[in-house]
DNA sequence: TTTTGAGTTGTTCGA
DNA sequence: GTCGAACAACTCAAA
């Protein structure tokens, strides 16, 4: 009798069951599958503990949707993935497609140590690298013909569930989960598969239909909260994008998955974008060094609720509203005058759903050295957005509970009222008015037919 | 090659 | 308070 012909499937963030071609895959080629995780050191060492306990909370729910056959290890790749096809006579080894800088690299490594990885399927509807001009077969630079193309390019439909599979039975040695604990007090949103799916079915019989109108409000639950399912492929965009229809809402929500496509397209172009100024000539700006003001916007302390709120916002639920996460960016880039970078960074340590293209490419977006093909240089204020899509004060309310005591009217500028300060909320460290202009002037210094400062 | 149209999420000013 | 124009005039995509 031969032995059962057995593959891998190695999960790193397609953590789920449903419409997974790289498992069906697996399990279309072998008699039985060992499902894999492996504990990556060093991204262990570099992500923050609210998006480390969400993991661990996701690798728990694979692990039952798999009968507890999930194999968990730390190491090296290489040795673990080398080790386990010794041991079972393993015959291919499948993944989902990984696309951005450290992902990209990683697997190439295994690959360069000699280990067959068979891609099946990507994090996006379509694969970064697909959508390009008919004109010269270059990508794209400007999200709104991008977005265009990738619809006409279009998405397969979900795949199938699997049927009943067989999974090898792991030894004690690799059922290493880790214990991440949750920090003190944050309150993140469920993962897990079944939840995401959860959450994807409320959104879409409660929030999608009014999902272009409502989206934009701090305080009100309009958005998807799909961010951390797509990042750990609790959920596949495509089981996303298949329960939608023509209505304007539902195209809002459509742009909204293609700027995720977008933006990994982008990065997938322009490898280093995370870390580099995608507009070279902003490297070139005049920035300040991270002192105090830096430290009072970490820490929510910046004399402007509406920022002040969505700080607090993220360190304490790990997730910041989409329209917030504009505000205090373009605060920390054009009233503090930072460099995005600084920003970006302490996204990706509290963000649960932080997306290295989503979250790089959104700070360059709002820094004005990204894809925003605005012909002006975008400033907002802070305060009018805070009248805007915080009307009524409730979402401030909320997470600054020193201007709970304020009204509507009242809130969003506390030093005009009397008792603004009465609680110890902190007085402004800038004057939007002042920084506004001080940022124009300092764009003007990096126009292109400027000639170089004598001297510089 | 040249030209034309258009671009996620804005702000301010003045009528 | 509301509304349209000005901002400043760039860059990309497509005809």
Redesign the pocket.
């Known amino acids: 009798m031969s032995s059962p012909k057995t593959s891998i499937i190695w999960f790193r963030r397609d953590l789920r069951i449903n419409d997974h071609p790289a498992l069906l895959a697996a399990i279309e080629s072998s008699d039985q599958i060992i499902p894999l995780f492996i504990l990556d050191k060093q991204q262990i060492e570099e992500a923050g503990s609210k998006l480390l306990a969400y993991m661990g909370q996701s690798l728990r729910a694979l692990d039952e949707s798999l009968g507890n056959k999930l194999h968990i290890i730390e190491g090296d790749q290489v040795e673990v993935l080398s080790t386990l096809i010794k041991k079972y006579g393993v015959e291919q080894v499948h993944i989902s497609a990984e696309y951005e800088r450290y992902g990209a690299a990683r697997d190439a490594r295994v690959e360069a140590a000699g280990i067959t990885l068979v891609r099946t399927g990507s994090p996006y509807a379509v694969a970064p690298g697909r959508v390009l001009?008919?004109?010269d077969a270059?990508?794209?630079?400007?999200?709104?013909?991008?977005?265009?193309?990738w619809c006409t390019h279009g998405w397969r439909a979900p795949a199938v569930t699997p049927k009943k599979f067989t999974c090898v039975e792991p030894t004690p040695e690799y059922r290493a989960f880790p214990d991440f604990p949750m920090p003190e007090g944050v309150n993140v949103i469920q993962a897990g598969e079944a939840a995401a799916l959860k959450r994807f079915k409320e959104f879409s019989n409660k929030a999608l239909d009014s999902y272009d109108e409502n989206r934009?409000f701090a305080g009100i639950d309009g958005t998807s909260k799909m961010g951390s399912y797509l990042k750990f492929g609790e959920i596949h965009p495509r089981t996303l994008l298949a329960g939608l229809g023509e209505s304007k809402a539902h195209d809002t929500f459509r742009?909204?998955i293609a700027?995720r496509e977008f933006y990994a397209d982008v990065l997938f172009n322009n490898p280093m974008t995370d870390v580099e100024y995608y507009a070279p000539k902003f490297a070139q700006m005049r920035y300040d060094k991270p002192g105090t003001q830096f430290k009072a916007w970490c820490e929510g302390k910046t004399g402007y609720p509406f920022v002040d709120a969505a700080m607090r916002q993220l360190v304490h639920e790990g997730w910041m509203h989409?329209?917030t996460r504009?505000v205090v960016a373009s605060f920390l880039v054009k009233d503090l005058h930072l460099e995005w970078q600084l920003g970006e960074r302490f996204f990706a340590e509290h963000l649960v759903d932080y997306d290295v293209a989503s979250n790089a490419h959104?700070w360059q977006?709002?820094a004005g050295c990204g894809?925003?093909?605005?012909?002006?240089y975008?400033?907002?204020?802070p305060i009018?957005?805070g009248r805007?899509f915080d009307e009524n004060g409730d979402y401030i309310r909320k997470y600054v509970p020193e201007l709970a005591h304020l009204s509507a009217a009242e809130i969003h500028e506390p030093w005009l009222f009397l008792d603004g300060y009465s609680k110890n909320y902190p007085e402004r460290i800038v004057d939007?008015?002042i920084e506004?202009h001080e940022a124009?002037a300092r764009l003007q210094e990096i126009?292109?037919d400027k000639p170089p400062m004598p001297g510089a």
């Open positions: 001009k008919p004109s270059t990508p794209y630079k400007v999200y709104t013909p991008f977005y265009k193309a934009n742009k909204e700027w989409n329209r504009m959104g977006w709002t894809t925003d093909a605005s012909p002006y975008r400033v907002f204020n009018e957005q805007r939007h008015a506004r124009l126009k292109a």
